[in-house]
């Protein structure tokens, strides 16, 4: 098991991964990062998985091409902030900027892109932190505390004792996806499970919540494009 390369051109890494639970064989591109995962059953062998995943090597080319490249954040990047399209351009000044278009960033340019990472965090909690206390209030509710992360597996989640967590890469979407997740999270704390009353809840605070839940799902994976490292 573990890593491997699959011959051609270009060649396909990929990850072999074993699991008791599994029926079949199965390969998994990561709309993330393009990541390629091949599970593999209990009693299948490794040449026997990778001689299955050498069968899928035209599907998977296809598949890994299809994908959207990345973005590495630098003078002249497009950035989407608050669901509008921005070009990144150096600034002056102490403080980064927004307007018309544009977010000027200022310092060297070797510090551009973490010095945008911490202001859209900032401008991310705030954002959520406002959206969170005001569901939170309609329901009478409190939460515990608020983190942000850089998560790829989820964009928020609401633990048994009421603290929230969300990505703060929800600052690129269209404020109204920032909202509805906000409004999904803070429904777990009247129903900690994704049953019709929980739904219940969160049509109660988000009335219309399925076109930003949707937008959400159609396009999510592209803004962990952005690479600010």
């Not at 072999?16 to 995962?37: C, E, F, I, M, P």
């Not at 911490?118 to 969170?132: I, K, M, V, Y």
């Not at 996806?177 to 969160?202: C, K």
Request: aromatic fraction near 6%; include cysteine; charge should be positive.
């Amino acid at each position: 098991m573990g890593q491997h390369l699959l011959p051609g051109n270009p060649p396909v890494a990929l990850t072999l991964r074993k699991s008791g639970r599994a029926r079949r064989l199965s390969l998994r591109v990561s709309g993330l990062d393009g990541q390629v995962t091949l599970t593999v059953p209990q009693g299948v062998s490794e040449t026997e998985a990778l001689g299955f995943a050498r069968s899928r090597a035209d599907w998977l080319r296809r598949t890994l091409a299809a994908q959207p490249s990345g973005v590495t954040i630098a003078p002249g990047a497009m950035l989407p902030i608050e669901g509008e399209l921005c070009e990144v351009v150096p600034g002056s000044g102490r403080q980064v900027r927004l307007g018309r278009g544009l977010v000027h960033v200022p310092g060297a340019e070797d510090m551009l892109a973490p010095r945008l990472r911490a202001w859209l965090r900032a401008r991310a909690r705030d954002r959520l932190a406002a959206a969170s206390d005001h569901h939170a209030q309609r329901l009478g509710l409190g939460y515990s505390r608020l983190a942000l992360r850089d998560t790829r597996s989820r964009w928020g989640s609401c633990s048994a004792q009421g603290a929230l967590s969300y990505s703060w890469r929800l600052i690129l979407a269209p404020p109204e996806v920032l909202d509805y997740v906000a409004a999904h999270e803070v429904a777990h704390l009247a129903e900690m499970n994704h049953s019709p009353a929980f739904w219940a809840v969160v049509a109660r605070l988000l009335p219309g919540y399925d076109a930003p839940r949707a937008w959400l799902r159609r396009e999510g994976a592209g803004l962990h494009r952005y690479r600010f490292e």
